[in-house]
């Protein structure tokens, strides 16, 4: 098992520490920075452009650049914003809180819906029921997430004459502005991972009911209850943890756009205003932060499965 | 790949392909379908509700959306059946060699493959697109990054696998050149999952194709995008509906033709 983590772990160094390199090189490999936007058109003024460029530091070596950030990086600092002259990582852990609770509910809401619909579909496989939600599935996977969160929200208007306050509040500040100003991205982007769940789910089910023991316990005269909901969970439970995980991820970038439909201060939107800024610290720092959470998310997996698994742990 | 690709026709995969056809159509001929240009202004019948002079009613400065939706075919998908194309020869190519050939050039485009799949891909579309700036080239250029490393897995692994089979050594017992056993008996093994590997993401590269239009990362205005008309859209969402309605619906419409196409050749019966 440690044998395994500490592979893993260096695997995610490496691919933490390729991605941001290129993240790196990637924005300082195209024309325009920081400097040509806020000389913008008068930029022809040489002097100006050196002094901020040294100011910025633009005008050192780029491995100086990069081993600089890095170094500072590993101590925790990820510098400040060149617009705000915030600090990146308050920055990061503003926009974080928001995003954390949009996917934390975005989670709960996609499990508790979608997970059950699985399981039906899987247990009642090739009748109407099963039909309907494959169908069901298969429209969710499809929609565009903010088209989803669009049309929600003319549905909304038209239907109750609601649509959600336009200033973001904190669940500390006003819980209820909070949970309204959430319920719209909530449901588009729940929608689309409960579509995930019901499908993989459903899967897992009809393999499983295949099985010799559920058979025996069907066959032992067991209410089925105990057959659906103890022996096939049990073993359907083991791949789905593995599945939220997937799940999490992806919930991650589907943040990006719905956070900048419903306008909601996260880190999509933080990402999307630094990479229109030129904001090098923070495009830097905030991409690190979702690779990272990334990484640890696919670890766990990796570890969980080792867990259950224990074929896995040697290979 | 073996035929037939299906086990049966069922009334949801005729009405998958059904739908392909008739984008198919939209995207080989447009003009045949919407008459009224796609592009050109006319301000005096800005925000028009659906009629039966337009249809899906028309935009801020006039357009018909009926027409922008349907010429959209051509842009939206088209760029999303390239983007992929480069990524399946790119990465499948790649993928092959490195599965086939192994040692240090496996390691490393399998270093690259892991830090690009580190990304979520839309976060990922969003920092290459965000960098380069919107633009069709720049849109196919992160779709492609986006995808190549999927397409590498796959072809690697299905290399691997078939590499370590009997009769690749009786082949090369018998006097095969390492090419010939690579074009003649790896190749055509490793194709099919390549090909079911493109339909399967088709409709997910198509719904990031849609999300970076309507961030502003897409093609550029005037050109009617299925996404990009939906980032017009959302400004004018509570007064003009239609305008952010039916391009989603197409958008939908055309991911679950996709959708339900690979569901059926995944489980087709000629192993694909």
Not at chain 1, 1 to 15: D, E
Not at chain 1, 68 to 86: E, F, I, M, N, V
Not at chain 2, 126 to 138: C, D, K, Q, R, S
């Amino acid at each position: 098992m440690l044998g395994l983590i500490g592979r893993r772990l260096a695997a995610a160094a490496v691919a933490a520490f390729l991605s941001a390199l290129a993240v790196f090189l990637l924005m300082r490999a195209v024309p325009g920075d920081i400097v040509g936007q806020m000389l913008g058109q008068s930029g022809n003024d040489r002097t100006a452009e050196a002094a901020l460029r040294t100011f910025f530091g633009l005008d050192r070596p780029l491995y100086l650049q990069f081993g600089d950030w890095l170094w500072r990086t590993l101590q925790g600092d990820l510098g400040a914003s060149w617009y705000q002259g915030k600090r990146v990582t308050a920055m990061i852990g503003e926009a974080f809180g928001v995003t954390l609770q949009l996917a934390l509910m975005t989670l709960l809401v996609s499990t508790l819906v979608g997970v059950p619909l699985g399981m039906l579909a899987g247990i009642r496989a090739g009748s109407k029921l099963d039909a309907a939600i494959q169908a069901f599935a298969m429209l969710g996977l499809s929609a565009p997430v903010f088209w989803t969160g669009l049309m929600l929200l003319v549905g909304a208007v038209a239907a109750f004459g609601w649509s959600p306050p336009f200033a973001w509040m904190g669940p500390t500040e006003d819980l209820a502005d909070n949970l309204s100003i959430l319920l719209l991205p909530v449901i588009s982007l729940g929608l689309l991972q409960a579509a995930a769940y019901a499908q993989f789910v459903r899967g897992l089910m009809v393999a499983e009911l295949q099985r010799d023991h559920i058979r025996t316990a069907i066959a032992k005269g067991l209410p089925p209850a105990t057959v659906y909901g103890v022996h096939a969970l049990r073993n359907v439970l083991i791949p789905l943890t593995t599945f939220v995980g997937l799940i999490l991820v992806q919930i991650l970038g589907g943040v990006v756009v719905i956070e900048s439909l419903f306008s909601l201060p996260g880190l999509g939107r933080l990402i999307l205003s630094a990479l229109q800024g030129r904001d090098y610290p923070v495009v830097q720092g905030a991409l690190l932060f979702v690779v990272l959470i990334a990484i640890t998310v696919n670890l766990v997996i990796d570890l969980l499965y080792g867990l259950f698994d224990p074929r896995v742990r040697g290979g | 790949m073996s035929f037939p690709l299906f086990r049966r026709i069922t009334p949801g995969l005729a009405f998958g392909l059904a739908l392909i056809a008739a984008f198919a159509v939209m995207v080989a001929v447009p003009g045949l379908i919407a008459h009224q240009s796609p592009i050109a202004i006319e301000p005096s019948r800005a925000l028009q509700p659906p009629s039966s002079a337009h249809w899906f009613g028309t935009d801020d400065v006039g357009r018909d959306v009926f027409s922008r939706v349907i010429f959209g075919a051509r842009v939206t998908l088209g760029l999303v059946a390239g983007s992929l194309l480069i990524a399946a020869l790119l990465g499948g190519g790649l993928g092959l060699a490195a599965g086939y050939a192994g040692g240090i050039t496996d390691l490393a485009a399998g270093r690259l493959a892991d830090m690009v799949l580190t990304f979520p891909p839309v976060i990922a579309g969003v920092v290459i697109t965000g960098v380069l700036g919107p633009g069709a080239a720049n849109l196919v250029l992160a779709l492609s990054v986006v995808y190549l490393p999927t397409f590498f897995r796959i072809a690697r692994s299905g290399a691997i696998a078939e590499a370590a089979r009997p009769y690749v050594e009786a082949a090369r017992a018998s006097g095969s050149t390492e090419f010939a056993i690579l074009r003649r008996h790896i190749f055509p093994n490793v194709l099919p999952l390549v090909v079911l590997q493109y339909v399967i993401l088709f409709p997910l590269a198509l719904q990031i194709e849609a999300a970076l239009g309507f961030l502003g990362l897409g093609v550029a205005p005037p050109t009617p995008d299925w996404g990009a008309i939906l980032e017009q859209g959302k400004n004018f969402i509570l007064v003009a509906w239609w305008l952010s309605l039916w391009p989603g619906l197409f958008l939908l419409a055309s991911a679950v033709a996709v959708g339900i196409l690979g569901r059926a050749l995944q489980s087709g019966p000629g192993g694909m």
